[in-house]
């Protein structure tokens, strides 16, 4: 039986190389011409004139033709090669080769062999060495072995050998070869972790093959920062990152890497260190969404006291239980419970065996008498509260410009009280608001009044700039701070008489209406309504160049009217072009085109105020102030 099982097992393994290139070319000598290049006879000592190789097709392993050698020389050899030069066997550092063929003897000789050569012939493995016999072993028989190279060579080659033996005073020997093979064994694919073991440690490792998780238990107090694995046991031809001997930091899951023999397939394995089965049962924290404080837990008495809120129903609360690591316990928490009465949870330890029972008492709080304000503020709105306990009053600053009509105020009172008017509920806060807050108990009260004041404003611009006799709108450079202002070429600079419009608040210096010479430029300086934020303004005022009117010419016709305007303006004019309307920011209103005659532009939508009306015509631009109200 066991000769059988290995025979089966070596047809097996011959078969899992089938699909492996045979490195031998025309390994089962089909269809042979003498001889075939591939094939030398012998051509040195000690083969004789009557070694012969010849094509044998009556007799065959597989295919149509096999080899047959034979010597006429007693005690000669007949050696048959494959061609190291033609034919040259190749192979691969440190790759393991099937070497195997098929035999079968005709004459009764002195000896046969079967061997491969490589490295310049320094290098040889005999597959077969032997003298078989055709009435002992009268049908083929398969010879095979394995080699491993340690260097890539490329000039391997085979050796088939025939040494003829005697019988009577003729010399005798003959003998087939056929289905000659070398062939790689393939790489093995498997990157398993086998064993694993560190130094100290409690019991074997466990080793989960579908999960890829190794689990190591070390005594306790055990420093995991820097363990070193002994021994780490991979499959075949496997190598392991990192490698075995590596001081690793175990306080954590720590991932190794196998890379298989064919240096492709990669698994990952998770090795998790950890200490024995603790013993501890003890309740570590116990708590409800209800509570008012932290449990008291007494380790001596094994009991947790613990207070919910007033007005809470000890009937199915359910509690949040952490227990010693490892632990379970039982009833398991998130499991409402009545605490009308005392409650005995019991904490196994994470061996299984030490038990705890612990006696957990409630009680409900009484109402509360409490009626403060513990925050406020405007939902979306910066800001900042001031909370004064002993008067009992709430200050809140909001930024310039913020509408008081209707603010959102989020407030947080005392624990269990109530607010009124509350929270969420839009108040106007143009004036100070009172606010009622109930204690919990429903019977102390308590007045809060909240005042809001809006911050003054930091705005420093002038929003407009205008000047008796000016030609057009004042433009005004917020970037730089500079105001330009064309004045008609009649203008006296000298006792200008300015009107500014400026941000809410805001004053400036020289004032608004005081006379001052414009000769050359003038700084305004505006003071914001803080107070404090200034900003130094620069105007410049221009006289307007005096138009030419070519002297075949007679100036243009130019007339708007009625001025001040209220419905209707009427721009009658002898030239055509585009009708703009400025304001006095210089923001165009509107822009008619104008033929000849007169052009009715209504004033629908215009705010009361000052605009210029232009137009432009060759040479010249036509322009004129108007009132509107």
């Known amino acids: ?23 031998v070319r025309n390994p089962g000598f089909e269809a042979l011409t003498r001889w075939d290049s591939l094939w030398i006879l012998s051509f040195a000592d000690p083969s004789s004139s ?3 190789a010849v094509e044998h097709t009556r007799d065959v392993h597989e295919g149509s033709s096999s080899v047959e050698l034979s010597n006429n020389k007693f005690n000669r050899w007949t050696y048959f090669y494959t061609d190291s030069l033609n034919a040259p066997l190749s192979f691969s550092a440190n790759k393991s080769y099937v070497v195997s063929g098929w035999i079968k003897p005709l004459e009764q000789g002195k000896g046969a062999s079967f061997t491969i050569f490589w490295n ?39 050796s088939l050998g025939m040494r003829a033996g005697k019988d009577g005073n003729a010399a005798t020997g003959k003998i087939l070869f056929d289905d000659l093979s070398v062939v790689m064994i393939p790489d093995n694919t498997e990157a398993e972790i086998l064993g694993f073991s560190i130094p100290g440690q409690t019991r074997p490792a466990v080793i989960n093959d579908s999960t890829h998780i190794i689990t190591v ?8 920062t820097a363990l070193a694995p002994d021994r780490i046991a991979l499959s075949r031809g496997a190598t392991v990152t990192p490698d075995t001997g590596a001081v690793m930091d175990f306080t954590s899951p720590v991932t190794y890497t196998v890379t298989a023999e064919d240096g492709i397939t990669i698994q990952k394995w998770t090795v998790t260190v950890v200490f024995p089965p603790g013993s501890e049962a003890d309740i570590l924290a116990f708590s409800f969404p209800e509570q008012t404080g932290p449990a008291v837990i007494d380790t001596v008495s094994h009991e947790v006291h613990i207070e919910v809120k007033y007005g809470t129903s000890p009937k199915g609360l359910i509690p949040d239980i952490r227990v010693s690591e490892g632990a379970v316990v039982e009833p398991s ?27 957990v008492f409630v009680t409900v709080a009484a109402p509360g008498t409490e009626t403060g ?16 306990k002993d008067s009992h009053k709430v200050f809140f600053t909001v930024p310039y410009g913020t509408p008081l009509d209707a603010l959102m105020p989020v407030i947080e009172v005392s624990p269990g009280a109530s607010i009124d008017p509350a929270s969420g509920v839009k108040v106007d806060f143009s004036d100070p608001v009172v606010y009622t807050v109930t204690a919990e108990d429903g019977t102390t009260v308590q007045e809060w009044t909240v005042h809001v004041v809006v911050l003054p404003n930091t705005e420093t611009d002038i929003l407009s700039f205008s000047l008796n006799g000016q030609t057009g709108p004042a433009t005004i450079d917020h970037e730089r701070h500079t105001i330009a202002v064309e004045v008609a070429r009649e203008t006296d600079l000298t006792a200008l008489v300015p009107a500014l419009e400026l941000s809410p608040g805001a ?19 505006v003071t914001a309504e803080d107070g404090i934020t200034t900003q130094d303004w620069t105007v410049s005022v221009t006289v307007d160049p005096a138009v030419s009117v070519p002297a075949s010419h007679s100036a243009p016709v130019f007339n708007v009217y009625p001025n001040p305007a209220h419905d209707l303006l009427i721009v009658n004019a002898s030239v055509s072009g585009n009708i703009i309307i400025m304001d006095m920011l210089g923001r165009t209103v509107v822009s008619v085109y104008h033929a000849t005659g007169k052009t009715k532009i209504p004033l629908n939508g215009f705010s009361q105020g000052t605009y210029f009306v232009t137009m432009a015509h060759p040479g010249s631009a036509l322009i004129s102030k108007v009132i509107i109200r």
Do not use: C, H
């Not at 304000?373 to 004064?388: R, Y």
């Open 1 to 23: 039986m066991k000769i059988a099982g290995i025979s089966v097992i070596a047809m097996i393994l011959l078969s899992g190389f089938a699909q492996s290139q045979n490195l």
């Open 50 to 52: 009557g070694a012969v």
């Open 120 to 158: 310049g012939s320094q290098d040889e493995k005999v597959i077969y060495a032997g003298n078989p016999d055709p009435i002992t072993s009268p049908d083929w028989f398969m010879v095979r072995d394995t080699i491993t190279p340690v260097a890539d060579f490329d000039d391997g080659y085979l």
């Open 217 to 224: 238990e070390v005594p306790e107090g055990t420093d995991v």
């Open 333 to 359: 928490g998130g499991v409402g419970l009545d605490f009308t009465s005392s409650v005995v949870y019991t904490v196994t330890a994470e061996d299984g065996a030490n038990t705890q029972d612990w006696t």
């Open 373 to 388: 304000i513990t925050a406020f503020s405007f939902a979306g709105k910066d800001g900042t509260a001031t909370i004064d």
């Open 507 to 525: 004053t400036v210096d020289p004032p608004d209406g005081v006379a001052v010479d414009f000769s050359n430029d003038v700084v305004y300086t």
